[in-house]
Antibody
Framework: QVQLVESGGGLVKPGGSLRLSCVAS????????MSWIRQAPGKGLEWVSY????????KYADSVKGRFTISRDNAKNSLSLQMNSLRAEDTAVYYC?????????WGQGTLVTVSS | QSVLTQPPSASGTPGQRVTISCSGG????????VNWYQQLPGTAPKMLNN???QRPSGVPDRFSVSKSGTSATLAISGLQSDDEADYHC???????????FGGGTKLTVL
């Protein structure tokens, strides 16, 4: 069955960095666009970034552009999100997600807390 | 501020039919498929309909979706206590060139 497993979340101070990872299994990872989507506590879903299937096209939400970098390693079935210059408003659960006619598969999420 | 607009809350009693609305614009709901997601407490969202408005395996036929112009509706019939969750609408936005979502609707089963 399809599985997306995120890791790398935690508590970080404002201005700090964190790298999130997502390992995929149960499907041909290299066939799919992938996204990171976040949800601040008690709030709705916010798309953060996506990357195409071979990794040569990426897009970012304005709120993270220039600070976050999405990447993938199809040989390792893995997706990453490098987050720099973190702000309090980046505090959220970050979901790794597969795109197929919508966001059809979600990981369990990893919590990122930005606080001093 | 979410691109798509949903009511923050909805409620119904067991067995009742409830609807949740989602309003957007011409570049998203008006021209793209709307997807609905159910998020049970403490879990990740789960897709309720794909781009062909079909229910993925395991989604009961009590859940149905419709769209008219720049608005969409999720209807849940035969409401059950297990349906108590947050419901999110989402769509591709052809102008922004990325996914957009509503703020979510918390459904309470009374």
């Amino acid at each position: 069955q399809v599985q997306l497993v995120e890791s790398g979340g935690g508590l970080v101070k404002p201005g700090g960095s964190l790298r999130l990872s997502c390992v995929a299994s149960g499907f041909t990872f290299s066939d799919y666009y992938m996204s990171w989507i976040r949800q601040a506590p008690g709030k709705g879903l916010e798309w953060v970034s996506y990357i195409n299937s071979n990794g040569d096209y990426t897009k970012y939400a304005d709120s993270v552009k220039g600070r976050f970098t999405i990447s993938r390693d199809n040989a390792k079935n893995s997706l990453s999100l490098q987050m720099n210059s973190l702000r309090a408003e980046d505090t959220a659960v970050y979901y790794c997600a597969r795109e197929l006619g919508g966001i059809d598969q979600w990981g369990q999420g990893t919590l990122v807390t930005v606080s001093s | 501020q979410s691109v798509l607009t949903q009511p923050p809350s909805a409620s119904g009693t067991p067995g009742q039919r409830v609807t949740i609305s989602c309003s957007g614009g011409s570049s998203n709901i008006g021209s793209q498929t709307v997807n609905w997601y159910q998020q049970l407490p403490g879990t990740a969202p789960k897709m309720l309909n794909n781009n062909h408005y079909q229910r993925p395996s395991g989604v009961p036929d009590r859940f149905s979706v419709s769209k008219s112009g720049t608005s969409a509706t999720l209807a849940i019939s035969g409401l059950q206590s297990d349906d108590e969750a947050d419901y999110h609408c989402g769509a591709w936005d052809a102008s922004l060139n990325h996914w957009v979502f509503g703020g979510g609707t918390k459904l309470t089963v009374l």
